[in-house]
């Protein structure tokens, strides 16, 4: 395995990602992220940014050989903020209103951080879902009092 292969999958098993919900996430096939992080087969340098936002990495970080992480993204800026919301509950607009309408505007609360990606849990309409929701899709998000 080199070491682009080595940190994608150390990055991905840290996150508790499966290869299949990875590659899912990346628009490609479990045997893509099987042969990336083989070291058969490299990432096409246009897939190298989006692996490092859904893995909260710099592509210097895996691109570089012996490069280390400063911090991980819970750690830094904005990052820390978001992990400070993890059981809270909140209202979410999105950039896209269709884009995800059973939580639009729908008290639901965060559960988890997973790179760039936000997992929420929400009673609606429809019953109760959780959603794994990209970070980049989120205008803006209210935090509701618990008495609301």
């Given at each position: 395995?080199?070491?682009?292969?080595?940190?994608?999958?150390?990055?991905?098993?840290?996150?508790?990602?499966?290869?299949?919900?990875?590659?899912?996430?990346?628009?490609?096939?479990?045997?893509?992220?099987?042969?990336?992080?083989a070291?058969?087969?490299?990432?096409?340098?246009?897939?190298?940014?989006?692996?490092?936002?859904?893995?909260?990495?710099?592509c210097?970080?895996?691109?570089?050989?012996?490069?280390?992480?400063?911090?991980?993204?819970?750690?830094?800026?904005?990052?820390?903020?978001?992990?400070?919301?993890?059981?809270?509950?909140?209202?979410?607009?999105?950039?896209?209103?269709?884009?995800?309408?059973?939580?639009?505007?729908?008290?639901?609360?965060?559960?988890?951080?997973?790179?760039?990606?936000?997992?929420?849990?929400?009673?609606?309409?429809?019953?109760?879902?959780?959603?794994?929701?990209?970070?980049?899709?989120?205008?803006?998000?209210?935090?509701?009092?618990?008495?609301?």
């Open positions: 395995m080199n070491q682009l292969g080595t940190k994608i999958a150390e990055k991905r098993k840290s996150l508790g990602m499966t290869q299949i919900e990875f590659a899912e996430k990346m628009h490609v096939t479990r045997q893509t992220v099987s042969r990336w992080e070291g058969t087969a490299m990432p096409d340098i246009d897939k190298i940014g989006d692996i490092a936002d859904l893995l909260g990495t710099s210097d970080y895996l691109l570089k050989d012996g490069a280390v992480e400063s911090g991980t993204p819970q750690t830094r800026g904005a990052g820390k903020l978001l992990k400070s919301l993890t059981g809270k509950t909140v209202r979410l607009s999105f950039f896209d209103e269709e884009a995800d309408a059973d939580l639009y505007k729908t008290p639901c609360r965060i559960t988890d951080f997973e790179g760039n990606w936000m997992r929420v849990a929400a009673d609606t309409k429809k019953g109760r879902i959780e959603k794994l929701i990209p970070l980049s899709s989120v205008l803006s998000m209210e935090i509701v009092k618990e008495d609301d």
